[in-house]
């Protein structure tokens, strides 16, 4: 099983709503991603977690609220959000610390509406 | 990171081979170059990754020049399927893998029937 799903496939939330992505993989990745990608623009990075530690965040604003409950589950809670926070969010996992195969399995997306 | 550079867009005939340049003229020796293609509303799809040696896998095969300052990605034969933005990435393995990608702007390969 080579699959990254995500839920739900789209989203729409007002500004003063809070709402949950959900990402989950059976791989045994122990490495799990959150991406941001805004129309015609390429994905960027907001946060890493390694072995359900939070490893990365790339200065995403605190209405973005990472969590991992455990290896094979990751969450992206959302709280007053701005409409400019609208794109499509891609979760994404692969190996740690396992040489040679650190290639990123990626999921469908959330495309997320905010109103 | 080393950066890459791609071309904004390419064409290419179903049926043909699809060569797709990158340019890393900053690579450093610990670099390695990976290649990912997005089909229009979906996620990234890793498709093959080398350091110094030519790789080959069923999707697709990857030739680094001798300095490594530049790579082409070839599909031997396109389908319409493979019309997709192609991302070219340099990147280390430190950190135990579980660093993230940084993505340039990537090629537009659009395959004409």
């Known amino acids: 099983d080579t699959e990254v799903t995500q839920t739900p496939k789209h989203l729409v939330m007002g500004m003063t709503n809070k709402k949950s992505l959900k990402c989950e993989q059976h791989?045994?990745?122990?490495?799990m991603y959150w991406y941001k990608q805004k129309a015609k623009k390429p994905p960027e990075l907001m946060f890493v977690?390694?072995?359900?530690?939070?490893?990365i965040n790339e200065s995403v604003p605190s209405r973005f609220s990472p969590e991992c409950p455990n290896s094979s589950l990751l969450n992206l809670h959302l709280h007053a959000l701005q409409p400019e926070d609208s794109a499509l969010y891609l979760c994404?996992?692969?190996?740690?610390?396992?040489?040679?195969?650190?290639?990123?399995?990626f999921g469908p997306g959330t495309r997320l509406t905010v109103t | 990171d080393a950066k890459t550079t791609q071309p904004t867009s390419m064409d290419c005939a179903e049926g043909r081979a699809a060569n797709l340049p990158c340019n890393h003229s900053?690579?450093?020796?610990?670099?390695?170059v990976y290649w990912y293609r997005q089909i229009h509303s979906q996620g990234p799809q890793y498709i093959i990754h080398?350091?110094?040696n030519n790789e080959t896998n069923e999707m697709a095969s990857l030739i680094i020049t001798e300095d490594r300052k530049s790579s082409t990605l070839i599909l031997p034969h396109a389908t319409l399927r493979d019309t997709a933005v192609y991302y070219c990435?340099?990147?280390?393995?430190?950190?135990?893998?579980?660093?993230?990608?940084?993505f340039g702007k990537g090629t537009h390969l659009i395959i004409q029937p």
């Open positions: 994404a996992s692969s190996h740690s610390s396992r040489v040679g195969s650190y290639e990123q399995y």
């Open positions: 080398g350091l110094k």
């Open positions: 791989m045994g990745h122990r490495a």
């Open positions: 977690y390694s072995y359900e530690k939070l490893s």
């Open positions: 990435i340099v990147r280390t393995h430190s950190g135990g893998g579980a660093d993230g990608l940084t």
């Open positions: 900053t690579i450093s020796g610990n670099e390695y």
